[in-house]
């Protein structure tokens, strides 16, 4: 088989996925309580629909949309237990955000039997693409990649984009984390049929799956779990596409152009080029949503890093705190961790401490200690080119670091800023360790708060001049 990649980027001289490559997804214990933050999608936001003092059941719709619309999704328990606070949480992005704190009430209707209450079963192949199309959103179900973009709205692209290759996001490039391996392993079955399901969706008869070479060996029974499938049989054409283990080979732009040849145009997206890409984990909720009518509730994920004395797969409910797993079914040297990593270390989050909620989109949980992470202070920029020649998109870091650092923020943006995907690329072999990401991140919320500032005054100016019209005649 042709193992394909894109230029640039990184070779790590090691994935340290070792730790947790071929173990399975364990449940957590039954916890005593879970924080769910009621907003996780990148979207419109929610608000509670329960309130302190309710009974709630694993599985129930917690929060939902005003007003339910195009960028909304959902969010439920994940335990069964009574709503005891509804407050504002640190969340894995460092901001506050309101959670429902749910603490735990009865026995065995718990993660471990995986019970829930479920959504009535519903045929994919029979109902209505409307109908489809609500179920996913009525699921909650968003991707689970990282960004968190509502699931049913990436498979209803507008008319005027032609769809004709679905692509499976399962290269897992990031160190460390091993989950969508474990996942494809455990479930091959429910990933070939969730992904017919966004073939019959989308109406897409090409499909391909697209992982690193380091996960070779899953082939032959992703490749079994496709000739047992007649729905697959008949959605068409899917296929396994190896690509060369290079980060950021799992960004959906650069897993396009490795499986396809065609590159995302600046400021675009996959719909551009005709492609839809999913995460593995993403794929295999729609096929639960349909199948067993279970909603997003559960998240697997990676425990793990130098600090991590039991690093292994998870499959933790959304919500769990992390000193309920800890000690006994994640055992860790706290003396050792310099950093605690939400994701991976190239584009996770450092959070400030334990009490920080598991989300849909929480890939992994790092542990890491001194010898893993660079603590140095930055110096000046040496001009040697090592951004640009690693940058996956083609970019020049450097640029529009200057520009940023100039509060020029059109020429950051002319220069690119807007088409960084935050890899980390260039931070990771600047010599002179400038933290070139955070910049761009912090450069980007400049630009944001700057529209909105545009568009609230031209709404301003907009109503001033409404108010000098003379009012009609009667």
Same mark, same amino acid.
């Given at each position: 088989?042709?193992?394909?990649?894109?230029?640039?980027?990184?070779?790590?001289?090691?994935?340290?996925?070792?730790?947790?490559?071929?173990?399975?997804?364990?449940?957590?214990?039954?916890?005593?309580?879970?924080?769910?933050?009621?907003?996780?999608?990148?979207?419109?936001?929610?608000?509670?629909?329960?309130?302190?003092?309710?009974?709630?059941?694993?599985?129930?719709?917690?929060?939902?949309?005003?007003?339910?619309?195009?960028?909304?999704?959902?969010?439920?328990?994940?335990?069964?237990?009574?709503?005891?606070?509804?407050?504002?949480?640190?969340?894995?992005? =460092?901001?506050?955000?309101?959670?429902?704190?749910?603490?735990?009430? %009865?026995?065995?209707?718990?993660?471990?039997?995986?019970?829930?209450?479920?959504?009535?079963?519903?045929?994919?192949?029979? @109902?209505?693409?409307?109908?489809?199309?609500?179920?996913?959103?009525?699921? %909650?179900?968003?991707?689970?990649?990282?960004?968190?973009?509502?699931?049913?709205?990436?498979?209803?692209?507008?008319?005027?984009?032609?769809?004709?290759?679905?692509?499976?996001?399962?290269?897992?490039?990031?160190?460390?984390? #091993? #989950?969508?391996?474990?996942?494809?392993?455990?479930?091959?079955?429910?990933?070939?049929?969730? /992904?017919?399901?966004?073939?019959?969706?989308?109406?897409?008869? &090409?499909?391909?799956?697209? *992982?690193?070479?380091?996960?070779?060996?899953?082939?032959? *029974?992703?490749?079994?779990?496709?000739?047992? =499938?007649?729905?697959?049989?008949?959605?068409?054409? !899917?296929?396994?596409?190896?690509?060369?283990?290079?980060?950021?080979?799992?960004?959906?732009?650069?897993? !396009?152009?490795?499986?396809?040849?065609?590159?995302?145009?600046?400021?675009? *997206?996959?719909?551009?080029?005709? @492609?839809?890409?999913? =995460?593995?984990?993403?794929?295999?909720?729609?096929?639960?949503?349909?199948?067993?009518?279970?909603?997003?509730?559960?998240?697997?994920?990676?425990?793990?890093?130098?600090?991590?004395?039991?690093? &292994?797969?998870?499959?933790?409910?959304?919500?769990?705190?992390?000193?309920?797993?800890?000690? %006994?079914?994640?055992?860790?040297?706290?003396?050792?961790?310099?950093?605690?990593?939400?994701?991976?270390?190239? *584009?996770?989050?450092?959070?400030? =401490?334990?009490?920080?909620?598991?989300?849909?989109?929480?890939?992994?949980?790092?542990?890491?200690?001194?010898?893993?992470?660079?603590?140095?202070?930055?110096?000046?920029?040496?001009?040697?080119?090592?951004?640009?020649?690693?940058?996956?998109?083609?970019?020049?870091?450097?640029?529009?670091?200057?520009?940023?650092?100039?509060?020029? /923020?059109?020429?950051?943006?002319?220069?690119? /800023?807007?088409?960084?995907?935050?890899?980390?690329?260039?931070?990771?072999?600047?010599?002179?360790?400038? &933290?070139?990401?955070?910049?761009?991140?912090?450069?980007? %919320?400049?630009?944001?708060?700057?529209?909105?500032?545009?568009?609230?005054?031209?709404?301003?100016? &907009?109503?001033?001049?409404?108010?000098?019209?003379?009012?009609?005649?009667?």
């Amino acid at each position: 088989m042709a193992v394909s990649t894109f230029k640039r980027g990184l070779r790590f001289p090691s994935t340290r996925k070792e730790a947790t490559e071929g173990k399975p997804v364990e449940w957590t214990p039954l916890l005593k309580q879970v924080v769910i933050p009621i907003n996780q999608h990148l979207g419109a936001p929610n608000k509670c629909l329960v309130n302190v003092g309710d009974k709630v059941k694993r599985g129930q719709k917690i929060a939902d949309a005003a007003a339910p619309g195009p960028m909304t999704v959902p969010v439920h328990a994940s335990i069964t237990g009574v709503v005891k606070k509804i407050e504002p949480r640190t969340q894995q992005n =460092n901001s506050e955000g309101i959670c429902v704190v749910i603490e735990a009430v %009865g026995e065995g209707e718990g993660p471990g039997k995986d019970i829930f209450q479920a959504l009535p079963i519903l045929d994919p192949f029979t @109902c209505t693409k409307e109908e489809a199309l609500a179920r996913i959103r009525e699921a %909650g179900i968003m991707g689970m990649g990282g960004a968190g973009f509502p699931t049913h709205i990436k498979l209803n692209p507008p008319p005027n984009k032609t769809i004709d290759t679905i692509i499976v996001d399962g290269a897992e490039c990031e160190p460390y984390l #091993t #989950t969508d391996e474990a996942v494809i392993e455990e479930k091959p079955d429910m990933l070939i049929l969730g /992904l017919a399901i966004i073939m019959h969706i989308t109406g897409v008869k &090409k499909a391909i799956i697209g *992982m690193e070479d380091n996960k070779a060996q899953l082939i032959p *029974m992703i490749e079994a779990a496709i000739q047992k =499938n007649d729905k697959a049989a008949s959605a068409g054409e !899917i296929t396994v596409g190896l690509c060369k283990t290079r980060y950021p080979q799992g960004g959906e732009k650069l897993l !396009i152009t490795a499986l396809t040849g065609r590159e995302v145009p600046s400021g675009g *997206m996959p719909m551009d080029v005709g @492609c839809i890409v999913q =995460n593995v984990g993403t794929v295999v909720a729609i096929a639960e949503a349909f199948k067993i009518g279970k909603p997003l509730i559960d998240r697997d994920l990676t425990v793990s890093g130098g600090a991590c004395k039991t690093p &292994k797969n998870i499959r933790a409910p959304i919500g769990t705190l992390l000193p309920d797993l800890t000690p %006994g079914f994640i055992d860790v040297e706290f003396d050792k961790v310099r950093k605690l990593l939400f994701g991976g270390p190239m *584009m996770g989050n450092a959070v400030p =401490n334990l009490n920080v909620p598991i989300q849909k989109n929480t890939s992994g949980i790092v542990f890491m200690t001194a010898a893993e992470t660079i603590a140095e202070l930055e110096s000046p920029c040496m001009r040697c080119g090592r951004c640009i020649r690693n940058c996956p998109i083609r970019l020049s870091p450097v640029l529009t670091n200057n520009a940023l650092e100039a509060g020029d /923020l059109d020429e950051a943006v002319r220069i690119g /800023l807007m088409d960084c995907i935050e890899c980390g690329s260039c931070t990771y072999m600047c010599p002179a360790r400038i &933290k070139l990401v955070q910049r761009f991140r912090v450069g980007k %919320g400049r630009l944001r708060i700057k529209q909105a500032a545009a568009q609230a005054a031209a709404a301003a100016a &907009k109503a001033a001049e409404a108010a000098k019209q003379p009012a009609p005649a009667n």
